[in-house]
Each structure stands twice: as C-alpha cells, then as structure tokens.
C-alpha cells in the first residue's frame, strides 16, 4: 500500500489507534483557490485527491496543517467545513465527527495552510491568533517572547503526555505479565492485587 501512496507524492504511515495517515507535499498539486478567515482572498494549494484505485470518492478526505501561528487546520477537502484548532488531535477528532460512523481519510500537509471556510473548531483559536498579530506588529520581541512560551508549554504537554502513555504501556505489561490477562491493576495498593 505505501508504494501505492508514494505514487501520488504523498507517503502512508500508521498512526496511534492503528489509522492510517497519509502525509503529503502541497507544492506538487497545484489547485484551488479559496478565501481566508481574515477576508483578504488567497490561493491555497491542496494536493489532488488520490485516484480510486488509492482512494473512494465516497470516502471524505480531510486535510490537516499547521497555519501560520501554529494552530492545527482541518479542512475537508471540498471545502464543505472545517475548523481551526489548539491541538492536532482535535483536529483529527473533528475530521472523525464530520465523517460520522462511515470513517474518513486524513492527509497530513507539511506546508501552512489557512482556513478557507467558517471555523467550526475551537473558539479561542481566532482571538488569540488576532492577538498574536497585533503583538507581532507592535512588539516584536514580546511576541518572539510570546512565541517561545508557547512552544516550551506546547513542549511540557507533549512530555506530560508521553510519560502518561509510558505509565499506560508499563502497566499493561505488568498486567500480562503476572495475570497472563485474567485481572488489572484496580489500585497501586498491594492489599487490593488478586489472590492467586
């Protein structure tokens, strides 16, 4: 399957929860025009949809990236909605709940894109990003300050969260290991573990 992606300029790769992600190069696919949320028209490129021998056409695909401030974008790829986002997993999960129950394709962009439609993400996204640009054009080194507290922050989280999954995986090992699956771990206590 991932020769099959790589044809079409972008590369597959299994995500967490096992799903399918696909990550693509926007510069190749030259396509739509579209306007952005601050009301000043711009041209955005989004790759091509994958043919159907890689993709159905019943099947929604969604595109997600970065724009300028950092904020997580996900689009559908007709531009029938999208939302702008603090975190990627909330974008993920907003392409998951537009799509309902029959599932969608996610393609991951590198470059930045814009939202071209109403945000129906989160609503703290546009203010803070308007305050980023008037803190941008009138003080510069407040808002490189701003900038770096924020990548630190962005940073504590992405480690808080990875010892969390770490204490997740150990203890399901600790679970296999001595109850071969039968029982888990309800407490850290000894006196509540399973009498062999």
Wanted: contains cysteine; proline residues 4%; charged residues 25%.
């Amino acid at each position: 399957m991932n020769s099959l992606f790589k044809n079409f300029g972008f590369a597959s790769s299994t995500g967490s929860e096992g799903i399918r992600l696909a990550m693509a190069h926007s510069r190749s696919n030259p396509a739509s025009r579209g306007q952005s949320s601050g009301g000043r028209s711009t041209v955005i490129n989004f790759p091509r949809r994958p043919n159907l021998s890689v993709l159905s056409e019943t099947i929604p695909l969604f595109y997600i990236a970065q724009n300028k401030h950092g904020f997580w974008v996900a689009r559908e790829a007709e531009g029938r909605c999208g939302g702008a986002f603090l975190f990627r997993r909330s974008a993920v999960r907003f392409a998951r709940q537009q799509s309902g129950s029959a599932g969608c394709a996610m393609m991951f962009l590198y470059e930045e894109i814009e939202l071209d439609t109403e945000n129906e993400g989160d609503r703290l996204v546009e203010p803070i990003a308007a305050l980023i640009d008037v803190a941008t054009r009138r003080t510069p080194k407040f808002a490189t300050f701003v900038g770096m507290a924020i990548a630190e922050w962005r940073k504590l989280v992405a480690q808080i969260a990875g010892a969390f999954a770490g204490k997740r995986r150990n203890r399901r090992a600790i679970e296999r290991e001595l109850f071969h699956g039968e029982y888990t771990l309800a407490s850290k206590n000894d006196d509540d573990l399973p009498l062999p």
